[in-house]
């Protein structure tokens, strides 16, 4: 049985995909000859499913599902894989990480994902909307300029807008801002009493009814369209103008005064653990994230929104956007061209590789399964005595490499380069 090969990955076409060949999910179905792929126009492509999660399983190129073949052949899970995630379904050929890429051309929802205890509560209640038990951290990669909103703001700079910005102060009830604006300059802003205010702040503005919040977003944006801005307010003009573009009357262009707003350039990293408030604004990214599809959502979106669970399952720490940037590290010694991004939980990390033309890369041993993608350039995965296997890859295509095995990748071609993302996972 090889321990490397190819597969067929899924595509999934939701509102805020970009459209047509925009898309790099739609570059990449078409640059691979995904099967059953025929390119629309006008369709927005939003992602690419790389995984073993029930709702759009990948499959080998024989369409086996790569679970029933995992389930089938333990090796290539690797028997301590196995056993530290029997309990998620490791032993039926269940992998604890999905792998996606998403195209994003318009803001995602302003979500959050439950912690393992919440999930398993989700999924008992209501098993038709939060469709697993499982938890779902994530991170996010970039391959082209990102924006998202990530987080809560440092409470000082949510108290700046508080004061500067009245249709967002008109949605808070005074009590509750005074006492928020009291807090807002503490030395331990992740407190039990900061967190507090914080938690109150945010269910007033998400809870706020329309009668009241509506008409403030209606002179928001007026005042900002017509130029009438205020310093403290200047940094935030453009993403709330253009999520009211998109989502006009929505509730969830207000996040904008409560969330970090960041862009990472093309191989910089985020990481968002359970319980933190995001939407992803703009970009095509990797991202990788436990095996789940629990999304509890409260604005800018036309799904159903969970306003109870959102305000109830955050964690209301607040920091600087940079809290959630994730650090590159050296994947192996010697292995000059491969970036590793470990967030910390133990489910999945990426490497990244990069090669030129003619370079060559060994990747060490992983004590766990890999699933990765090309996406750049093209290539060849070679393993075995010598190398003396080999797997021509190219852009769009996707393959798995079996625990325990070395692989050496191999950039190809008279010019352009092999950009490969490698998710995996080991138990330590």
């Not at 004590?367 to 070679?382: K, L």
Request: with cysteine.
């Amino acid at each position: 049985m090889a321990p490397v090969f190819k597969l067929i990955p899924t595509t999934q076409q939701y509102d805020w995909g970009k459209i047509g060949l925009s898309s790099k999910v739609a570059q990449y179905a078409q640059a691979c000859k995904l099967p059953g792929f025929a390119l629309d126009d006008n369709t927005p492509y939003a992602e690419l499913w790389m995984g073993t999660h029930h709702t759009s399983p990948t499959r080998l190129l024989d369409a086996e599902k790569l679970s029933d073949h995992l389930a089938a052949h333990p090796e290539l899970m690797g028997a301590r894989v196995i056993e530290r995630y029997r309990d998620a379904g490791a032993a039926e050929g269940n992998l604890p990480f999905l792998l996606k890429v998403l195209a994003i051309g318009k803001a995602l929802s302003i979500q959050t994902h439950p912690d393992k205890a919440m999930a398993e509560r989700l999924h008992a209640e209501r098993p038709d909307v939060y469709k697993d038990a499982n938890h779902k951290p994530e991170m996010a990669l970039a391959l082209t300029p990102f924006q998202a909103m990530c987080g809560f703001l440092p409470l000082s700079r949510i108290a700046s807008y508080l004061t500067a910005v009245p249709e967002f102060a008109a949605l808070v009830p005074q009590t509750i801002a005074d006492a928020f604006l009291f807090v807002a300059p503490s030395l331990e802003p992740t407190g039990p009493k900061e967190k507090a205010a914080l938690k109150d702040v945010f269910a007033a503005v998400m809870t706020a009814a329309p009668a009241l919040f509506q008409p403030q977003l209606e002179k928001l944006v007026a005042r900002y369209e017509g130029g009438d801005v205020r310093d403290a307010e200047r940094d935030v003009v453009e993403l709330v103008v253009r999520l009211h573009s998109q989502f006009p009357g929505d509730i969830g262009v207000f996040c904008a005064f409560v969330l970090n707003h960041l862009t990472l350039k093309p191989g910089e990293a985020i990481f968002l653990a359970a319980g933190e408030p995001h939407a992803y604004v703009s970009g095509d990214i990797v991202e990788c994230m436990a095996t789940s599809d629990n999304v509890i959502r409260a604005g800018l979106t036309p799904k159903l929104r969970d306003v109870p669970n959102l305000v109830a399952g955050l964690t209301y720490n607040s920091s600087p956007a940079s809290k959630h940037l994730v650090q590159p590290a050296t994947f192996a010694p010697g292995a000059a061209h491969s970036t590793l991004y470990d967030p910390p939980i133990p489910e999945f990390a990426v490497v990244r590789t990069e090669l030129a033309a003619g370079a060559r890369e060994a990747h060490r041993a992983v004590d766990g399964p890999s699933i990765a993608i090309v996406t750049e350039g093209r290539g060849a995965v070679a393993w075995g005595c010598g190398g003396g296997e080999r797997l021509e890859v190219s852009e769009g295509e996707v393959f798995f490499v079996g625990a325990g095995q070395e692989v050496e990748l191999v950039g190809e071609g008279e010019r352009g380069r092999l950009v490969v993302h490698r998710a995996f996972v080991e138990a330590e």
